[in-house]
């Protein structure tokens, strides 16, 4: 079983960065991709980023956050990162982590309740 953990999330002005980290631990057999999702007050989640974690080869972005984050991988921490940049107050959310597998390119997330973080809060003031 899997364990993720956020952190990296805080209060930051529009035009800011911050940057978020997913660190897994325990078994990871079967995870081929980590992807970061993101869910504000009264919104359904929605999928950000993801990443192949043995290759650090960036899947998918979602388009409303290209060319302002980048994911990436340390695989020697076993953490991957959300780099923030350009913030707008709209980024305002509660971030998830969760691992899944990666087929043919495309991020198939993780369902199941052990596949997902507790998440970090990023308020973005205007």
């Known amino acids: 079983q899997v364990q993720l953990v956020e952190s990296g999330g805080g209060l930051v002005q529009a035009g800011g960065s911050l940057r978020l980290s997913c660190a897994a631990s325990?078994?990871?057999?079967?995870?081929?991709?980590i992807g970061w999702y993101r869910q504000a007050p009264g919104k359904q989640r929605e999928f950000v980023a993801a990443?192949?974690?043995?290759?650090?080869?960036?899947?998918q972005y979602a388009d409303s956050v290209k060319g302002r984050f980048t994911i990436s991988r340390d695989s020697a921490r076993n953490t991957v990162y959300l780099q923030m940049n350009s913030l707008k107050p709209e980024d305002t959310a509660n971030y998830y982590c969760?691992?899944?597998?990666?087929?043919?390119?495309?991020?198939?997330?993780?369902?199941?309740?052990?596949?997902w973080g507790q998440g970090t809060q990023v308020t973005v003031s205007s």
């Open positions: 969760n691992a899944g597998q990666e087929l043919r390119g495309t991020y198939y997330p993780g369902y199941s309740d052990d596949r």
């Open positions: 325990g078994s990871t057999f079967g995870i081929s991709a």
């Open positions: 990443i192949n974690i043995n290759s650090g080869a960036s899947l």
